[in-house]
């Protein structure tokens, strides 16, 4: 074969004339060799799910022995995923138990505060903290139903309250999606997958909660439904879960709930008592009794009354109660303080937590592939065809508030697909209506438990179930029907990206939307509406424009100034989380050299997965070397092409 002539040698083609065949020459991306080799889509979408492919053998390649012993190993995989699965939603209840015993307290004093309450901003920030607090929906509306049927707090008072318990029962998933950012892509569909229940709610909740305030529209409604119907008291939801966890969470602690109730509605003698429940048996048996009276005017209806002395005696039903057996779990005998006890199981339910997601992803992933993979995704992804494709997301709605209703828990449900967005056996496209499934599902076991509650509070109990129905079907029918509405979607995935690319800022929302903002707003409200008011208004006016900006430079920049344009006028920290992400880089590293070695590990794993990242941003292409000539010792000329 005759050697390639080299740059300059042939007479009959000049150097630049040679450059501008080479230009000429430059084979476009569609038919580039590296395509050719390695063929891949034109861009690459982040929020794709990705390809569960199966590496092994095909059922059809195995002999006798190696079918057994994958039927064994996937009987053993499925035994083993109940069980973490299990695990995983028992160190949820204790997880909820821990809370209590931290906060609980805590969330009684919150709500003692009427005047505060009587504020709909406040009454908000406070449903969302009491619930932050204790974890529980359930337990918060439990409180303000207590609260309203002893008279101390009015129905439509209690409706901000209610809005704020379900934004803070969503905090739960977002915590458990956190403990998946070991990967990048896992991490984005994860913490979109969960967050996209918080932006539904926090939206909701900014077009309801001010047509509330300003109509009593959801109280208007319920109030017409409870009058509307002779309602009666009823059983008991059932309560399927407890029946399955309850044998394992009762022996680790059990908790009595109605201390928490009786601070709130300001039982002097609930402060001095432990939350940490020490008689689990107890009978309470009803005796007349003889006791003494200030005067005749004061004797029992219908009972005896007499005189003897100077002292007035009647008859009166006493109710007793009597300790019958006391509690089997570990911190029965402990002597410790509710918060030491709550900070124990905080830490170890947070162990049990990270370490069962952990196995339960990883066996997921072993256990979704091949054919099994392809009949899982197309069953839970695929949309019925046209022209009923819009009926799958409302069928979806329905699989989420039953599957919610059988487990008597949203915060089990949403934790417990949020591994399966990240794994990518959802999309986020299919979580959302499984999420807005859940909120129904989660209110209907409301509205049931209200039904069993006793004549005297059955109304209020109820009409608050039914203000909580409501306030979800409503955002639903704002966010959902029309697709460009499910702005939640979209508010989802731009923060996955973000909290992938910053994985610390996960953290960092989750203080900010849980804990410092409600506090803030509540200290604002507690000062007064005067400086509330003062304050919110021009921050809220701030948002608003910048958001605008933002919406017009995306848009229509035009109708800017230039220097409006971008904010590369305004310093770079208030711009951007680059600084912010070099100072966190240098603390970890800090840390890494002073404290542990635990972060230098971390630090090298986020490395190798970054720049395995930047090496997927961009595809490049290498000129073929038989087109444009040139020696390949010396360079070898590359054409950035389509990112991937």
């Known amino acids: 074969m005759a050697p390639r002539p080299e740059l300059g ?40 799910l990705p390809a569960l492919q199966d ?74 903290l009491v619930t932050v607090l204790v974890q529980s929906s359930s337990t918060s509306s439990s409180i303000v139903v207590s609260m309203v049927s ?12 209610i809005m704020g318990a379900n934004i803070g029962t969503s905090v739960t998933n977002t915590i458990v999606a956190v403990m998946q950012a070991g990967d990048r892509n ?87 008592k432990s939350l940490i429940k020490i008689w689990c048996k107890k009978e309470k048996y009803t005796e007349l009794t003889n006791v003494t009276v200030p005067g005749e005017a004061n004797c029992t209806i219908g009972a005896l009354c007499w005189v003897d002395g100077n002292e007035t005696w009647t008859e009166k039903n006493i109710t007793e109660t009597i300790n019958i057996a006391k509690c089997n779990h570990m911190f029965m005998n402990a002597n410790l303080p509710d918060l030491a006890v709550g900070l124990i199981l905080l830490a170890l339910s947070l162990l049990v937590l990270c370490t069962c997601l952990i196995l339960i992803v990883k066996l997921l992933n072993s256990m979704l592939k091949g054919q099994v993979a392809v009949v899982i995704k197309k069953v839970l992804n695929t949309d019925f065809p046209f022209p009923f494709t819009w009926v799958t997301g409302y069928l979806a709605i329905l699989v989420g508030a039953g599957m919610t209703f059988i487990v008597q828990s949203s915060s089990v449900f949403t934790s417990a697909i949020t591994p399966l967005v990240g794994i990518g056996v959802i999309s986020i496209e299919r979580a959302y209506p499984l999420t807005l499934g859940s909120n129904i599902g989660t209110t209907t076991t409301a509205i049931l438990a209200a039904l069993a509650s006793p004549g005297d509070t059955l109304a209020n109990s109820l009409q608050i179930s039914l203000c909580h129905f409501f306030f979800n079907i409503f955002g639903i029918l704002l966010w959902y029907p029309i ?50 008011v003062g304050v919110g208004v021009p921050v809220v006016t701030l948002l608003v424009i910048v958001l605008v900006i933002n919406i017009m430079q995306s848009r229509c920049p035009r109708f ?37 070695c ?22 490049e292409m290498y000129d073929n070397p038989a087109l444009c000539v040139e020696d390949e010792k010396i360079q070898v000329q590359t054409v950035s092409g389509t990112h991937l």
């Open 483 to 532: 697709p460009f509405t499910r702005l939640p979607i979209r508010l989802a995935k731009a923060l996955g990206d973000r909290t992938a690319k910053y994985r610390w800022f996960a953290i960092i929302y989750l203080i900010l939307c849980f804990f410092i903002m409600p506090l803030l707003v509540l200290g604002l409200s507690i000062a007064g509406w005067q400086v509330l």
């Open 598 to 619: 635990c972060c230098k590990c971390c630090k090298k794993e986020g490395g190798e997965i970054e720049e395995g990242m930047e090496t997927k941003k961009g595809l």
């Open 560 to 596: 800017l100034i230039p220097v409006m344009r971008n904010w590369d006028f305004l310093p770079k920290p208030l711009h951007s989380l680059k600084p912010w992400d070099r100072v966190v880089t240098s603390a970890m590293a800090f840390c890494g050299s002073h404290c542990c």
């Open 55 to 128: 590496t092994g053998l095909k059922w059809s390649d195995l002999d006798t022995k190696g079918k057994i012993l994958r039927v064994v190993t996937s009987f053993v995989k499925g035994a083993l995923l109940l069980g973490f699965l299990y695990m995983f939603v028992c160190s949820l209840d204790v997880l909820s138990s821990a809370f209590q015993l931290v906060g609980g307290k805590a969330a009684g004093d919150i709500f003692q505060d009427n005047v505060v309450l009587s504020n709909p901003v406040a009454g908000l920030v406070i449903g969302v």
């Open 186 to 272: 896992e991490f984005r569909r994860a913490f979109a997958g969960a967050t996209v229940h918080d932006f539904f709610n926090w939206l909701s909740v900014l077009v309801l909660l001010p047509l509330e305030a300003a109509t009593g529209v959801l109280y208007k409604l319920t109030k017409l439904v409870i009058d509307s119907f002779n309602i009666q008291t009823g059983q008991d939801a059932p309560d399927l879960l407890k029946v399955i966890t309850k044998p394992l969470t009762k022996n680790i602690i059990e908790l009595d709930s109605s201390v928490i109730s009786d601070i709130a509605i300001g039982d002097p003698s609930a402060r001095n």
């Open 150 to 161: 002893s008279g101390l707090l009015d129905v439509r008072s209690a409706v901000p309250i």
């Open 9 to 48: 040698s042939d007479p009959a083609v000049s150097p630049p004339e040679l450059d501008s065949v080479c230009k000429d020459s430059v084979v476009l991306p569609a038919y580039s060799t590296v395509a050719l080799v390695d063929p891949e889509p034109d861009a690459f979408d982040p929020w794709q």
